[in-house]
C-alpha cells in the first residue's frame, strides 16, 4: 500500500512540476525511492528469517524422526528381555499384575512338565520290565519287540504261529503265545491291538477269498487264543491289514517272510515313547 502510494505520489509531481520547484521534487523521489529499497529489504529480511526458522523447523523434524526410530528400537528389545521389562515396570511404577498371573501360569505349566514327566517315566518303566521279561524269547528268535510310529509293538514271524496258508496256530505258536499271555497280563492299564499282516502273494480259496480275509482270521483266532491263556478280552482287539502294511519290500522271499507276521500292538498311540535305544 505504502508502495502504492509513493508511486501516485511520484506520478503527480512528474505531471504538475510547476507546483514544486526541481529540487523539492527530486527529494521526493529520492525519498520514495529509499522508502520502496527499505521495503524491499525488510522483505528480504522477514523472507530470510522463515527460510531459516523452516530449516530449523524441518532439522527438528528429522531429529524427532530419528529419536522415535531409536525409542520404538529400544522398546522392542526392552520388551523381548523378561528382566530388563519386569525392571522398566518398576521403575515406571506400573501394576506389576500381568507379570504375577505370567509367573503363575508358568508355575502352572512347570507342573504340569513334571507331571507329563513323571507319566513318561512311569511308562519306560513299564516298557523296559516288559521288554526284560520278553528277553528270553527275544534272544531265542521267537518274538521281536520294536517301536514304529510311536508305537511299541511285539512282533511274531508267521512262520512260529502258522503254517502257509493256514488259520491255526500251530503247536510251537501255541506255546510261544501262552507266554506272551503270561507277561501281557501283568501289564495294567494298557489295552493291545492284534494285528496280521501277509505278504503280497494273493491267495483264493473258498474260505480265504484275498489276503483281507487270511490276515483277519489269524488275527482273531490269536487273540481267543491269549484270551485262552489268561488275559481279559476287555483289554484285546484284532484287525487285518493284508498285504498293505509291509515293513520291507515284497521283493524276494526273505522280504516276504518279514512281512508275514502277527503284530500285538500297545494302545493307544503313544507320541511321547521313548526311541527303542532308551529301552536296551
Same mark, same amino acid.
Given at each position: 500500500m505504502r508502495k502504492l502510494s509513493c508511486?501516485?505520489?511520484?506520478?503527480?509531481? %512528474? $505531471?504538475? +512540476?510547476?507546483?514544486?520547484?526541481?529540487?523539492?521534487?527530486k527529494k521526493k523521489v529520492a525519498a520514495m525511492k529509499q522508502a520502496h529499497d527499505d521495503d524491499v529489504a525488510a522483505a528480504k529480511a522477514r523472507e530470510a528469517e522463515l527460510s531459516k526458522k523452516l530449516g530449523a523447523l524441518t532439522t527438528e523434524h528429522d531429529t524427532l524422526?530419528?529419536?522415535?526410530?531409536?525409542?520404538q528400537k529400544q522398546v522392542d528389545i526392552t520388551t523381548a528381555t523378561n528382566i530388563a521389562m519386569e525392571e522398566r515396570l518398576k521403575q515406571l511404577g506400573q501394576n506389576v499384575t500381568s507379570l504375577t498371573?505370567?509367573?503363575? *501360569?508358568?508355575?502352572? *505349566?512347570?507342573?504340569?512338565?513334571?507331571? *507329563?514327566? @513323571?507319566? %513318561?517315566? @512311569?511308562?519306560?518303566?513299564? &516298557?523296559?520290565?516288559l521288554v526284560a521279561k520278553l528277553q528270553s524269547m527275544i534272544d531265542s528268535g521267537q518274538l521281536k519287540v520294536v517301536i514304529r510310529n510311536g508305537r511299541m509293538i511285539i512282533a511274531l514271524p508267521n512262520d512260529i504261529l502258522f503254517d502257509s496258508g493256514s488259520t491255526t496256530v500251530k +503247536?510251537?505258536? *501255541?506255546?510261544?503265545?501262552?507266554?506272551? %499271555?503270561?507277561?501281557?497280563?501283568? $501289564?495294567?492299564?494298557?489295552? &493291545?491291538?492284534?494285528?496280521?499282516?501277509?505278504?503280497?502273494?494273493p491267495i483264493k480259496t473258498s474260505r480265504h477269498p484275498s489276503n483281507w480275509e487270511l490276515s483277519t482270521e489269524r488275527a482273531v483266532n490269536v487273540l481267543q487264543l491269549l484270551v485262552k491263556k489268561g488275559?481279559? +478280552?476287555?483289554?484285546?482287539?484284532a484287525a487285518g491289514y493284508s498285504e498293505f502294511d509291509p515293513v520291507v519290500a515284497n521283493d524276494n522271499d526273505k522280504n516276504r517272510a518279514q512281512n508275514r507276521r502277527i503284530e500285538i500292538v500297545l494302545q493307544p498311540n503313544l507320541s511321547d515313547l521313548p526311541s527303542l535305544d532308551d529301552l536296551k
Open positions: 508511486l501516485l505520489l511520484a506520478l503527480s509531481l %512528474a $505531471v504538475t +512540476p510547476s507546483c514544486v520547484t526541481s529540487g523539492t521534487h524422526k530419528i529419536d522415535r526410530a531409536a525409542l498371573t505370567q509367573n503363575k *501360569q508358568a508355575a502352572a *505349566q512347570l507342573e504340569e512338565l513334571r507331571r *507329563q514327566k @513323571a507319566a %513318561a517315566e @512311569a511308562r519306560l518303566a513299564t &516298557f523296559r520290565n +503247536p510251537e505258536g *501255541q506255546k510261544a503265545m501262552a507266554k506272551v %499271555a503270561q507277561v501281557l497280563a501283568t $501289564v495294567n492299564d494298557r489295552n &493291545f491291538l492284534v494285528a496280521g499282516h501277509t505278504d503280497n502273494i488275559m481279559s +478280552p476287555k483289554v484285546l482287539s
